[in-house]
């Protein structure tokens, strides 16, 4: 079982990730995206009078199906076959989070930050629902996400996926760096 | 039922973001702290067999298997991709998931992320009501 429980090293997983691109070109005349299916999930449930969202959702439903398959994915790769040990990040990283309040590191993210309790708390509101309402205000801005630009659109060697993703990076360090210590903090 | 197809790479995807980890909260940190190698391994080497992907597809003319020739849009450069990439990276590093990941995280059983999912269509519903004030 050990061989379908363990995690995959980075020279497996991300070429995979790379076949993505022309499994969904060549199969279906799709462009890998998953930042898009907020939008259509607005434009099908609360598209208000908004511009932005009249269009026909229904043509792009297989956005739908796409997630719910990485849903369903993830449950079997992360639920099913689960890696019984802790995530293997570096021991410096495990020390300066540690330094920073954080201590346990069982599961795939910090659980004392990410359960359903600490969404009460301001530094989980924070960290879950301002953090995922910047994801959404920020890709839809940037018109993609790590998926949409930094793989899909780098592929077609697009010039804006290279700005976007490279404002990803830097927004995500000055987070890392000069924000979160004082959201961890609170 | 062609919809089977989107959920099968769906749930292909979901087993590769899961498996290779870049789910993970403490993986991201980790990248945005620069002390391990594996981020940028997956990241590096998926964007090396994409762009060699694309352009055989290109070079080739190669046809979709729905028989129309591949087509895949434009994106034109405007103040979004720096400034929405800024905000979006900003998010990025707290919630340790961009969107594919945050489904893939609920899907593995950290429910309070469907929290950040309904944040994140909420973000997109704002940006919708704003966007004519923003610079593009």
């Given at each position: 079982?050990?061989i379908?429980?363990?995690?995959?090293p980075w020279y497996?997983g991300?070429?995979?990730i790379?076949?993505?691109?022309?499994?969904l070109?060549?199969?279906?005349?799709?462009s890998?995206?998953?930042?898009?299916?907020?939008r259509?999930?607005?434009a099908?449930?609360?598209?208000?009078?908004?511009?932005?969202f009249?269009y026909?959702w229904?043509?792009h439903?297989?956005?739908?199906?796409f997630?719910g398959?990485?849903i369903?994915g993830?449950f079997?790769?992360?639920?099913?076959?689960?890696?019984?040990?802790?995530?293997a990040?570096?021991?410096?990283?495990?020390?300066?989070l540690q330094?920073l309040?954080?201590?346990?590191?069982?599961?795939l993210?910090?659980?004392e930050?990410?359960n359903?309790?600490?969404?009460l708390?301001l530094?989980g509101?924070?960290?879950?629902?301002?953090?995922?309402f910047?994801?959404?205000?920020?890709t839809?801005y940037?018109?993609?996400?790590?998926?949409?630009?930094t793989i899909?659109?780098?592929?077609?060697?697009?010039?804006p996926s290279?700005?976007?993703?490279?404002?990803?990076?830097?927004?995500g360090?000055?987070?890392?760096h000069f924000l979160?210590p004082?959201?961890?903090a609170? | 039922?062609k919809?089977?197809?989107?959920i099968v790479l769906?749930l292909i995807?979901?087993?590769i973001?899961t498996?290779?980890?870049?789910?993970?909260?403490f993986?991201?940190q980790?990248?945005?702290?620069?002390q391990?190698?594996?981020m940028?391994?997956v990241l590096f080497?998926?964007?090396?067999?994409?762009?060699?992907s694309?352009?055989l597809?290109?070079?080739?003319q190669i046809r979709s298997l729905?028989g129309?020739p591949?087509?895949i849009a434009r994106?034109f450069?405007n103040?979004g991709q720096l400034?929405g990439g800024?905000?979006f990276?900003?998010g990025?590093a707290l919630?340790?998931?961009?969107?594919g990941?945050l489904?893939?995280?609920a899907?593995n059983?950290v429910l309070?992320?469907?929290?950040?999912i309904l944040?994140a269509?909420l973000?997109?519903?704002?940006?919708?009501?704003?966007r004519h004030?923003?610079?593009h």
């Open positions: 079982m050990e379908f429980t363990r995690p995959w497996i991300g070429p995979l790379g076949l993505m691109v022309p499994a070109l060549i199969l279906t005349n799709k890998l995206g998953i930042s898009s299916s907020f259509h999930i607005c099908a449930c609360i598209p208000g009078k908004l511009d932005f009249r026909n229904r043509d439903v297989w956005s739908f199906y997630v398959g990485i369903l993830a079997i790769g992360g639920v099913l076959l689960a890696n019984p040990n802790p995530v990040i570096s021991a410096q990283t495990v020390s300066e330094a309040g954080i201590h346990d590191f069982s599961g993210v910090p659980s930050i990410f359903l309790g600490s969404l708390s530094k509101f924070i960290m879950i629902c301002v953090g995922g910047l994801v959404g205000f920020g839809r940037a018109g993609g996400c790590t998926s949409g630009h899909m659109g780098i592929s077609n060697l697009q010039v290279m700005v976007a993703s490279a404002a990803f990076f830097i927004g360090i000055i987070m890392t979160l004082y959201i961890l609170l | 039922m919809n089977i197809i989107y769906g995807f979901g087993i973001l498996k290779t980890e870049v789910i993970s909260w993986r991201i980790e990248m945005f702290r620069f391990s190698f594996h940028y391994g080497s998926a964007i090396v067999v994409a762009v060699a694309v352009q597809i290109k070079l080739r729905t129309e591949i087509d994106k450069l103040w400034l800024l905000i990276g900003l990025w919630t340790g998931a961009c969107p990941p489904y893939a995280l899907g059983g309070v992320m469907g929290a950040a944040f269509i973000g997109t519903r704002f940006y919708a009501m704003i004030k923003l610079p």
